[in-house]
């Protein structure tokens, strides 16, 4: 049996990389500071459930895959680059994975580099722009958000169906807007963290 545990996730800013800044500036103005540093918490909060949940399951890092949300399919060196960056930059998302990887789970290459970039690419002229274009960005974005979305879950489906085997369990930090379980091949069992 394939079995592949879900753990929706909740970003933080250090995940954004370079639009950190940008991202935070807005949430910031939206949120208030009192606002901002209670998301902060309970970002925090939900960071500190996903690391003991995944330390009681006690599972064998031998026989897990982890998939991880924004990971492009790169080659192996390049993967384990970016997953040290980002945990580097204090992505609690990033040092669980790497934890893993420390431990021998194997990291499997998740998203589209393209599908990445192309998102990356309608955030960046969003953060980036001011007054009527910063909305006319984020209309273009908002217009583009859905499909954009559909196409990089039937890539992270498929990297799952093709790589997960046999006797082994895959592990997917996935944002909760996602729909990937529905493109999932129906021989692997499904479980939510």
């Excluded at 799952?160 to 091949?185: C, M, W, Y």
């Amino acid at each position: 049996m394939r079995v592949l545990i879900i753990i929706p996730i909740v970003h933080s800013f250090a995940d954004m990389g370079s639009m950190k800044d940008a991202l935070a500036k807005e949430a910031m103005a939206k949120l208030g500071e009192k606002g901002w540093e209670e998301q902060q918490l309970k970002i925090e909060n939900f960071w500190n459930e996903v690391e003991k949940s995944i330390a009681n399951l006690r599972l064998n890092p031998k026989k897990i895959r982890v998939y991880q949300d924004g990971l492009p399919y790169t080659k192996e060196d390049m993967v384990m680059k970016i997953i040290n960056e980002a945990a580097k930059r204090g992505s609690r998302n990033y040092n669980i994975v790497k934890n893993l990887a420390e431990q021998g789970t194997r990291i499997e290459p998740t998203e589209s580099p393209e599908l990445l970039i192309e998102e990356y690419n309608f955030i960046k002229m969003f953060a980036e722009a001011e007054g009527e274009e910063r909305e006319a960005a984020k209309r273009r974005y908002e217009d583009a958000k859905e499909q954009l979305l559909k196409r990089r879950d039937a890539f992270i489906a498929e990297r799952i169906n093709s790589t997960l085997r046999e006797g082994e369990i895959g592990i997917l930090f996935i944002g909760a807007q996602h729909k990937v379980k529905p493109k999932l091949d129906f021989d692997i069992k499904v479980e939510s963290l």
